[in-house]
């Protein structure tokens, strides 16, 4: 791992916050990357305007990417304890185009709850994690993107027993989400008959449909896709979307520089063929399907 002064200035904030850097649900809160077969190319000789973050990151030679870690298919710790999925190939785009390699990417594991605040507390420099874009947190937070269009699904043990379809036929029915995200509050608001039980990470859901203490888990249908092929004896998905999940960047609120040079990349590795190849070796391994078309980057 990269020795920089940005893990000292991450470990201060966390001490002020009071937070727990990420590790709670994983040994290895802070990974490096590493060099991986299709890593983007890196721009060399980058300049950017002083006191922008772009000229901050590139001088500090170092960016600090928050993902999800039990993810597969966007972001999930290999066996060797390093960060693969889509999500994270898309850090990777971002990074070299601010003229950094793999090496020099610190993955943080971000949960549903914590983005907001990791973003806001500046212990990361982007948030890229399956991160719907909504007003709710378009007011603490700001998104480039969208970069995937992702869509409320539900997951049950094979064979359904439940016979569950679709969201209405989770009333009387125990369902798991996770704390702090879009398809728990979807629940909460609209499926009020639905008993939820919530965790802080998707694999734990998993884990509570496997026990039979939970009879669906809902969330992202790519987010489910991973947890089926983990385990494609047990699970199943319904396969009936229900909302719309546009997939942001989440980052400081107000930095219009910093977003419109990630909209910027986004764009550029729509057209590129990037954004695909990253797809495709990732998230398009599990789902078997080629890279969808590229939604339209909203530069709201
Ligand atoms: N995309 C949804 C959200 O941002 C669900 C996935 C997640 O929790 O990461 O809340």
Same mark, same amino acid.
Request: aromatic fraction near 8%.
């Given at each position: 791992?990269?020795?920089t002064t940005?893990? /000292?200035?991450i470990?201060?904030?966390? /001490?002020?916050?009071?937070?727990?850097?990420?590790?709670c649900?994983?040994?290895?809160?802070?990974? /490096?990357a590493?060099?991986s %077969?299709n890593?983007?190319?890196v #721009? $060399?000789?980058?300049?950017?305007?002083a006191?922008?973050?772009?000229?901050?990151?590139?001088d /500090?030679?170092s *960016?600090t990417?928050?993902?999800?870690f039990?993810?597969?298919?966007?972001?999930?710790?290999?066996?060797s304890?390093?960060?693969e999925?889509?999500?994270?190939?898309i850090?990777?785009? *971002?990074?070299a185009?601010?003229?950094? %390699?793999e090496g020099?990417i610190?993955?943080v594991? &971000?949960?549903?709850?914590?983005r907001?605040?990791?973003?806001?507390?500046?212990?990361?420099?982007?948030? *890229?994690?399956t991160?719907?874009?909504?007003?709710?947190?378009?007011e603490l937070?700001?998104?480039?993107?969208?970069?995937?269009? #992702?869509?409320q699904d539900i997951?049950?043990?094979s064979g359904?027993?439940?016979? *569950?379809?679709?969201?209405?036929?989770?009333a009387g029915?125990n369902?798991?989400?996770v $704390?702090g995200?879009?398809?728990?509050q979807n629940?909460?608001?609209?499926?009020?008959e639905?008993t939820? &039980?919530l965790?802080d990470?998707?694999?734990?859901c998993?884990d509570?449909?496997?026990?039979?203490?939970?009879?669906?888990?809902t969330t992202d249908?790519?987010i489910?896709?991973g947890l089926?092929?983990?385990?494609?004896?047990?699970f199943e998905?319904?396969g009936?979307?229900?909302t719309?999940?546009?997939?942001?960047?989440?980052l400081?609120?107000g %930095?219009?520089?910093f977003?419109?040079?990630?909209n910027?990349?986004?764009?550029?590795?729509?057209d590129?063929?990037?954004? #695909?190849?990253?797809?495709d070796?990732t998230?398009?391994?599990i789902?078997? $399907?080629?890279?969808?078309?590229?939604p339209?980057?909203d530069?709201?």
């Open positions: 791992m990269r020795l940005r893990p /000292a200035r470990a201060a904030t966390a /001490a002020v916050f009071g937070v727990v850097l990420a590790g649900s994983s040994e290895a809160g802070n990974q /490096a590493q060099e %077969d890593a983007p190319e #721009a $060399e000789d980058v300049e950017f305007e006191g922008t973050t772009m000229a901050e990151i590139a /500090a030679g *960016i990417i928050g993902t999800k039990d993810q597969p298919g966007f972001g999930l710790l290999n066996p304890g390093v960060p999925g889509f999500d994270v190939e850090g990777k785009i *971002i990074a185009k601010l003229g950094l %390699d020099q610190e993955f594991e &971000t949960v549903s709850a914590n907001e605040s990791f973003i806001q507390n500046g212990q990361v420099d982007l948030v *890229i994690a991160y719907t874009i909504n007003d709710t947190r378009k937070v700001d998104f480039a993107g969208p970069y995937y269009e #992702a869509g997951m049950v043990a359904n027993p439940e016979g *569950i379809e679709g969201p209405d036929d989770l029915k369902v798991c989400s $704390e995200s879009t398809p728990a629940i909460r608001d609209n499926y009020p639905a939820l &039980t965790f990470v998707y694999s734990k998993a509570a449909l496997t026990n039979g203490q939970v009879d669906a888990v249908n790519v489910l896709t089926v092929a983990g385990n494609p004896d047990g998905l319904v009936n979307p229900f719309e999940e546009p997939y942001g960047i989440g400081q609120l %930095d219009s520089d977003r419109d040079f990630v910027d990349v986004l764009e550029e590795s729509f590129d063929g990037s954004w #695909a190849d990253a797809w070796s998230a398009g391994q789902t078997g $399907e080629p890279a969808p078309e590229p339209s980057v530069r709201y």
